[in-house]
């Protein structure tokens, strides 16, 4: 598995999203996931490169305080 990594959401799409919280007792839709991607300050993404998939993120929010983005 070719594995791509990005800081941007830019051509991410809700079906990219499909399978992400697993055991989760409210489990986000795709296209809620999408928003909360969209809302965070700082974003990673591992993106499958045979399926175009995201196989794994890392979201962060700033407090908009001590740092500034």
Do not use: K
């Not at 991410?12 to 919280?21: E, Q, R, V, W």
């Not at 809620?32 to 965070?40: F, K, P, V, Y």
């Not at 974003?43 to 998939?53: C, F, T, Y």
């Amino acid at each position: 598995m070719a594995i791509r990594y990005t800081q941007s959401i830019d051509g991410i799409d809700a079906g990219m999203l499909a399978g992400f919280f697993e055991g989760w007792p409210r489990q986000p839709d795709p296209e809620e996931h999408l928003r909360m991607l969209q809302g965070s300050s700082h974003v990673v993404l591992a993106i499958d490169e045979a399926d175009g998939r995201v196989v794994g993120r890392i979201g962060a929010i700033s407090d908009g305080c001590l740092r500034r983005s």
